[in-house]
């Protein structure tokens, strides 16, 4: 695997960590620290970009609204398991074989077909959610809206640590 697809795998565990990391340091109970305000506004900020961050749709923690949704937040959820789980497996898989036999970084998704498979069945947790919601105008709880999230989060990871190979099965 490149390193930029290394990079992402390693990012989503760190992603998935700071989101609570934030949520604790900007925290009425926290312990005052510029490098940790500096830290929470920081990852508040990155996920005002990339969430809508309703409080009624959000996870409270310590007190406090975390940075993302629900959604997204099982979404990273799911990213950083399946990324945790691609990093112990190259160690695993680099204890024993060579270097130069194993595809250390990555998940098995055998063909492009499969992954495509892969991509839609995980979609639909969340798609199942949000018909619910359009068609009754009820919410589903937070827990279950994460939930959903998870599977996606899951294989977005899991596609990206695989795609060297995928291309490679599929020339």
Not at 74 to 93: K, P, Q
Not at 100 to 105: A, I, L
């Amino acid at each position: 695997m490149n390193t930029l697809r290394r990079a992402c795998v390693v990012a989503s565990i760190v992603w998935g960590l700071a989101l609570p990391l934030a949520t604790g340091l900007a925290s009425p109970r926290a312990p005052e620290s510029s490098a940790g305000y500096a830290f929470a506004l920081a990852i508040y900020a990155a996920g005002s970009l990339i969430c809508h961050q309703r409080a009624e749709r959000s996870f409270h923690l310590f007190g406090v609204q975390m940075p993302v949704c629900a959604r997204c937040a099982g979404l990273y959820v799911g990213a950083a398991v399946a990324a945790a789980i691609v990093i112990a497996r190259a160690i695993h898989t680099l204890a024993r074989r060579p270097p130069e036999v194993s595809s250390r970084w990555s998940i098995p998704v055998p063909t492009l077909w499969t992954a495509r498979t892969v991509v839609v069945a995980s979609c639909l947790p969340t798609i199942a959610t949000l018909l619910y919601e359009w068609i009754t105008g009820q919410m589903p709880a937070n827990t279950i809206r994460a939930l959903a999230g998870v599977p996606l989060g899951a294989a977005a990871v899991g596609i990206v640590a695989s795609a060297d190979r995928v291309g490679r099965e599929n020339k």
